[in-house]
Every structure is written in C-alpha cells, then in structure tokens.
C-alpha cells in the first residue's frame, strides 16, 4: 500500500478523519479534503496531506488531484425537516454535496485508476442507504442514489480493476450524529438523552453509537489484498437495524 494515493472526503474530523488515519496507518499517502482548514492542520501528518475545498462547489471538483487509487466519498451533512417543511435549497445543497460531488470525483479519477489497472472507490453511505426514516427526505435520497451510483462503477470499472463499495453504518459517534440530537429532539418533542435511546438506538440490537475507528476498519479491508473480488456491494455495520 506504501504506494498507494488516497482522496478522503470530508476528512476533517468522523470517519472522514478516522480513515485518513488508518490507511496513513497502512502505508498510504492521503489527500484529506474538507473545507474547515483549521481542524485538517490538526490532522496533518507524514501520510496525511491536507486539501481546503468545499466539495458543494461543483465547479471547483477539477481542481482537486484526479492521480488517486483509491477515493473515499464521505462528505455529508443532514438536515431534519417533514417534507411539506424542508427547504428546497437545503434539499439541493445536500444532494449537490453528497451525490454530485461523488460522481463528479469519481468521473474524474477512474481515468487514472483505469491506467494503473488498480482502484478503489469506497462510498461511505448509511443505513439509510436501504431503509428510511421520517424527516430525512434528502439524506435518504442521496444515499439512496449514491448506492445505485456505486453499482454501476463497480460494473464498469470491473474490466479495468476497478471495485466499488458501499460501507453503511448506523449512528456514528460523528459531529453530524452529536448534531442531529438536538434537531430531532426539537422535532419529536423529547430531550437528546431520550432521542438517542428511542430514536437512534430504538431499531438496533447493539445499544450504542457505532465507533469511527469501527468503519475506518472496514475501509482499510476494502482496500486491502483481498479486497479483488469485493463490488458492487453494500457492507452494512448497523448493530443489527436492517436484520428487522
């Protein structure tokens, strides 16, 4: 892997940051992109270089490095809302950044990987990926065209040594999850401490916030000596949510 390029979006901190850290681990040089410049300093290392970008600003994509083996689309944000309630805009900011920021990233890079006859597209979806939730009209859109999105390269890149994942976790221990306790609790009229046991965790068997490092495993798997055979697959790490 010493040799290896990675581009990891939304790396800044989550899983985004979690992945950086474990394929840097590995021997690969990382590309960790996001927009919050002062919390990617915190992540710089040796194997880790920081990239400034804001992955909404379709336009902006190009210039961003294409000479990549491996790329990680995990950039997301989530927003809260019935659907007769949610804001148009927040709807296309948030399948602008988390469904046409991948396919534009990965349009741009599988030139590169079809070259080397080696690559790995890794999309960090969800578990609602597969299922869905009231109140989340856009994320699950995305992650649900993401997942469809994935297949289709791991269709075609399959010739050229090319796979394509999905991983999908349930509750993370994230920023965005620590953010969403409070938005839900406004909605469904509960404190944070009563969403997070009877909203978030109310459909898993395993009763806790699944750990960053957890899914930055199954990333570096992936991406690993026996990853060939593995596309066009959805790997769920959900505590037993979609065993229902």
Same mark, same amino acid.
């Given at each position: 892997?010493?040799?290896?390029?990675? @581009?990891?979006?939304?790396? #800044?901190? =989550?899983?985004?940051?979690?992945?950086?850290?474990?394929?840097?681990?590995? =021997?690969?040089?990382?590309?960790?992109?996001?927009?919050?410049?002062?919390?990617?300093?915190?992540?710089?290392?040796?194997?880790?270089?920081?990239?400034?970008?804001?992955?909404?600003?379709?336009?902006? @994509?190009?210039?961003? !490095?294409?000479?990549?083996?491996?790329?990680?689309?995990?950039?997301?944000?989530?927003?809260?809302? !019935?659907?007769? $309630?949610?804001?148009?805009?927040?709807?296309?900011?948030?399948?602008?950044?988390?469904?046409?920021?991948?396919?534009?990233?990965?349009?741009?890079?599988?030139?590169?990987?079809?070259?080397? %006859?080696?690559?790995?597209?890794?999309?960090?979806? /969800?578990?609602?990926? @597969?299922?869905?939730?009231?109140?989340?009209?856009?994320?699950?859109?995305?992650?649900?065209?993401?997942?469809?999105?994935?297949?289709?390269?791991?269709?075609? %890149?399959?010739?050229?040594?090319?796979?394509?994942?999905?991983?999908?976790?349930?509750?993370?221990?994230?920023?965005?999850?620590?953010? $969403?306790?409070?938005?839900?609790?406004?909605?469904?009229?509960? /404190?944070?401490?009563?969403?997070?046991?009877?909203?978030? @965790?109310?459909?898993?068997?395993?009763?806790?916030?699944?750990?960053?490092?957890?899914?930055?495993?199954?990333? #570096?798997?992936?991406? %690993?000596? #026996?990853?060939? /055979?593995?596309?066009? /697959?959805?790997?769920?790490?959900?505590?037993?949510?979609?065993?229902?």
């Amino acid at each position: 892997m010493e040799t290896r390029r990675a @581009l990891i979006t939304g790396a #800044a901190s =989550g899983i985004g940051a979690a992945c950086a850290r474990r394929l840097a681990a590995d =021997g690969v040089h990382v590309l960790a992109v996001d927009y919050d410049a002062s919390a990617l300093d915190k992540l710089a290392s040796d194997g880790v270089e920081p990239v400034v970008a804001d992955l909404a600003e379709l336009d902006r @994509l190009a210039d961003l !490095p294409t000479d990549v083996d491996i790329l990680v689309n995990n950039a997301g944000v989530q927003q809260v809302a !019935p659907v007769e $309630q949610f804001p148009p805009e927040r709807f296309s900011y948030i399948l602008r950044l988390m469904l046409e920021s991948p396919f534009r990233l990965i349009r741009q890079t599988l030139p590169h990987m079809y070259g080397a %006859g080696w690559g790995r597209v890794i999309n960090i979806s /969800s578990v609602h990926g @597969l299922r869905a939730s009231p109140f989340k009209a856009a994320y699950v859109a995305a992650k649900h065209g993401l997942e469809g999105l994935s297949k289709v390269v791991a269709l075609e %890149g399959a010739a050229h040594g090319v796979t394509s994942n999905c991983v999908n976790p349930a509750y993370v221990r994230t920023p965005l999850v620590t953010a $969403q306790l409070a938005d839900q609790a406004a909605t469904h009229g509960l /404190s944070e401490a009563e969403v997070l046991e009877k909203v978030m @965790l109310e459909p898993v068997a395993v009763k806790r916030l699944i750990e960053p490092a957890e899914v930055a495993e199954l990333v #570096a798997l992936l991406c %690993g000596p #026996a990853s060939a /055979s593995i596309t066009g /697959s959805s790997f769920v790490l959900d505590g037993g949510w979609t065993a229902h």
